[in-house]
């Protein structure tokens, strides 16, 4: 029996089950490195995938990617998927973040994020929260979705949605967005925040809630009276008048 056709597939499925495997792939001036309990590839050249299941992991210049499930494919390598406890850091850029799902355009350099996210961004120390964040790597634009929370200092911020840029460190609130910054509360239509100097700008209806600092009141404490009348001969102190005595001895 001729086995020749089998080979000559159009895709070729390769599948590797060991406890870790390292392999790189050459794409657009960088390397990506990678391992999984289980990887499965098509060297297509119409479909190029690269399929990680269990502990994946993959390396992409300064990205260090985590995830259950991590798929990789496109011309050069362009696209990278990754669901299942998501958790990444990026070095050069200077932020990690975890989710339930990423998409990643390398070419676009766009990451998507959905699910439960949770970013810190160490650069200008300000933690977020949302569902839904579309991070543009090349302009440092993130714009946020649902359930949005933004904290710097004592600075903390919500809304529907929100425009962050990391660049200058300035966040547009749209959808009901609130501000809180210590015991002070602003409310309106959109909010800008500027993060490094922390003024607020409130457009629209505007509602908010300030605190007045009273400083307290410092009480000197008084000096102690002393009699002007000498004792007696037995070292007695005289005694002092009352009131009517004093009206007496005046008249």
């Known amino acids: 029996m001729n086995k020749t056709p089998c080979i000559r597939k159009a895709a070729v499925s390769i599948f ?69 406890s998501v958790k990444a850091e990026d070095k050069k850029n200077n932020y990690t973040f975890t989710a339930d799902l990423i998409k990643m355009d390398r070419k676009e350099d766009l990451v998507l994020m959905f699910g439960k996210i949770e970013l810190n961004d160490i650069k200008n120390d300000v933690r977020i929260t949302a569902e839904n964040i579309e991070y543009n790597k090349n302009t440092e634009i993130m714009i946020m979705r649902f359930n949005v929370n933004i904290t710097n200092k004592d600075i903390v911020c919500t809304a529907i949605s929100a425009l962050y840029n990391r660049k200058n460190s300035t966040l547009d609130l749209t959808g009901l967005p609130a501000v809180k910054k210590g015991g002070d509360e602003f409310k309106a239509a959109k909010i800008s925040v500027n993060l490094d100097t922390e003024d607020i700008s409130l457009d629209g209806r505007v509602s908010g809630t300030v605190h007045e600092e009273k400083a307290a009141e410092k009480i000197e404490p008084q000096p102690e009276k002393k009699s002007s009348k000498k004792p007696d001969n037995n070292g007695n102190k005289p005694k002092e008048k009352t009131g009517k005595e004093k009206e007496n001895s005046e008249k």
Not at 37 to 46: E, F, G, L, M, P
């Open 16 to 84: 590797f089950f060991t406890s870790l495997f390292f392999v790189s792939a050459s794409a657009e001036k960088s390397v990506i490195t990678f391992s999984a309990d289980s990887v499965t590839a098509s060297v297509s050249k119409n479909k190029k995938t690269t399929n990680l299941l269990g502990n994946a992991v993959i390396r992409v210049e300064a990205l260090e990617l985590f995830a259950d499930k991590i798929e990789i494919f496109g011309e050069d390598y362009r696209f990278v998927y990754a669901s299942g």
